[in-house]
């Protein structure tokens, strides 16, 4: 056989084992935290050799981050999206919030595997801080909210909008209220309920390429 196609043959298998890893992560973390996932169950859903492990991830920890960028590449793509999409930047934000919930709820998968485990908040933060933090801060300068602490707001907004997800995956809540979470957040940047109602209520994007709602 041309060496090409061993090697080609090789990078395949290579290719098709780490996506069994990832694919065992996804399953084994939505339902376990992180934190007491251990390599050997990861081997076992993945069905390769433990030596498989340490052929693609370091540690348990890079295995979490690969596997959650992978859950949440397409939510930045589409932050990136509606940023272009909306001018009023309180528009944005609510929209914004309620993308990532609808998202986590129709996947439960991601869902549980954001709520069960602490140390997805800073892969999700870098995602935040990339699409859409600036956006925001340039709304605090232009007195559209009126924030002292934009780090606070956004540990309130990621705080709350984690646990609205936790408690529709549970069916305490429904995806359907996502829009008075959105305004509660928005009433917190210092906007008066009835404006953040409003505001909600316009924040609507539906373009084919993001998989978007409309409320």
């Known amino acids: 056989m041309p060496e090409k196609a061993l090697s080609d043959g090789r990078h395949l298998r290579r290719d098709q084992t780490r996506q069994k890893l990832v694919g065992a992560a996804k399953s084994v ?26 052929n693609h991830f370091s540690s348990m920890d890079e295995l979490f981050v690969c596997t959650l960028e992978e859950l949440i590449s397409d939510i930045g793509e589409s932050f990136a999206t509606g940023r272009q999409h909306f001018d009023d930047i309180a528009e944005f934000a609510a929209w914004s919030i309620q993308l990532m919930i ?47 602490d934009s780090e606070l707001w956004f540990t309130l907004g990621t705080a709350s ?4 997800i936790r408690g529709c995956l549970e069916g305490r809540l429904t995806v359907s209220q996502r829009a008075e979470l959105a305004a509660t957040i928005l009433q917190a940047a210092g906007l008066p309920r009835r ?9 609507t994007f539906n373009p084919t390429d993001t998989g978007s709602f409309n409320t």
Not at 29 to 40: C, F, L, R
Not at 116 to 142: C, F, W, Y
């Open 195 to 203: 404006e953040a109602l409003d505001v909600v209520a316009r924040s």
């Open 161 to 164: 909008t984690t646990a609205f």
């Open 29 to 54: 973390m939505a339902q376990t935290p992180a934190e007491a996932v251990t390599v050997d169950q990861i081997t076992r859903n993945a069905k390769v050799g433990r030596g498989s492990f340490y």
């Open 102 to 148: 609808e998202r986590a709820v129709a996947d439960p998968q991601l869902g549980w595997f954001i709520v069960n485990n602490t140390k997805s908040e800073p892969v999700l933060k870098a995602q935040i801080d990339t699409h859409v933090r600036a956006a925001i801060e340039a709304g605090m300068r232009a007195g559209r909210f009126q924030i002292s």
